[in-house]
Every structure is written in structure tokens, then in C-alpha cells.
């Protein structure tokens, strides 16, 4: 078993940065490929971006492309998302995902394939 904790939502204001994390407790000697994912009010669960176990491998959703980066450190068993010019759009609960799937695995980007899930962690981008 893993448990996530995700940190670092706020109130920010359009075009300011945030940075999240996701801080890994348990059975941290698995590899595991984490993701990050939302889900904007009113709506479904949108992937956000993915990284492999050893940080070599990243895939992001179109909506955050060259605006939001992942990284990781496995020595403190933390995961980040780097957030700058947040959009008004970028405003949901923001959740970390972990599965032992290989990040080439199938669903790397379908929340379905995680099988650890932290509670959320509220960004709200104000106009």
C-alpha cells in the first residue's frame, strides 16, 4: 500500500505560479509512475501530466503544455507540479495518482490504471 498526500493549492490570481506536491508514504521501495490529475468544478477528471519512476519520462495533458512541470525526488518520495500562468481554467481539485504499471504501460493518462490516490488539494486561479 501507498498513501499520497498532495500540498500547495491556494487562491492565486491569473498568471501567477503554484507549485504542488506530493509527498509518497508506505511501500515507497516499488517503482511507481505517478500522475497528476483534476477535476474542475462541475466537471469530469481531466489528466494533467505523468512521470515516469526514474524522472526520464514525462507526458503532459494539451491544456497545461509549456506551462505546468512535473519532477520528482525519490529520495524524499515527493512528487511536484509546477504551475505558472495559471489560467482561470486551471481552477479544480488537483490529485496525485501513483500506479506500478510501467510509465509505457497502456493508460498512463486514464486515472482508471492508478490504483493509489491522495485526497486533492484545491487551486483556485481568480481573474
Known amino acids: 500500500q501507498v498513501q499520497m498526500v498532495e500540498s500547495g493549492g491556494g487562491l492565486v490570481q491569473a498568471g501567477g505560479s503554484l507549485r504542488l506536491s506530493c509527498a509518497a508514504s508506505g511501500r515507497t521501495s516499488t517503482t511507481y509512475t505517478v500522475g497528476w490529475f483534476r477535476q474542475p468544478p462541475g466537471k469530469g477528471r481531466e489528466f494533467v501530466a505523468a512521470?515516469?519512476?526514474?524522472?526520464?519520462?514525462?507526458y503532459y495533458g494539451d491544456s497545461v503544455k509549456g506551462r505546468f512541470t512535473i519532477s520528482r525526488d525519490n529520495a524524499k518520495n515527493t512528487v511536484y507540479l509546477q504551475m505558472n500562468s495559471l489560467k482561470p481554467e486551471d481552477t479544480a481539485v488537483y490529485y496525485c495518482?501513483?500506479?506500478?504499471?510501467?510509465?509505457?504501460?497502456?493508460?498512463?493518462?486514464?486515472?482508471?490504471?492508478?490504483?493509489?490516490w491522495g485526497q486533492g488539494t484545491q487551486v483556485t486561479v481568480s481573474t
Open positions: 495518482a501513483a500506479r506500478q504499471a510501467g510509465f509505457y504501460s497502456s493508460g498512463v493518462d486514464v486515472g482508471g490504471s492508478y490504483h493509489y
Open positions: 512521470i515516469s519512476w526514474g524522472g526520464s519520462s514525462i
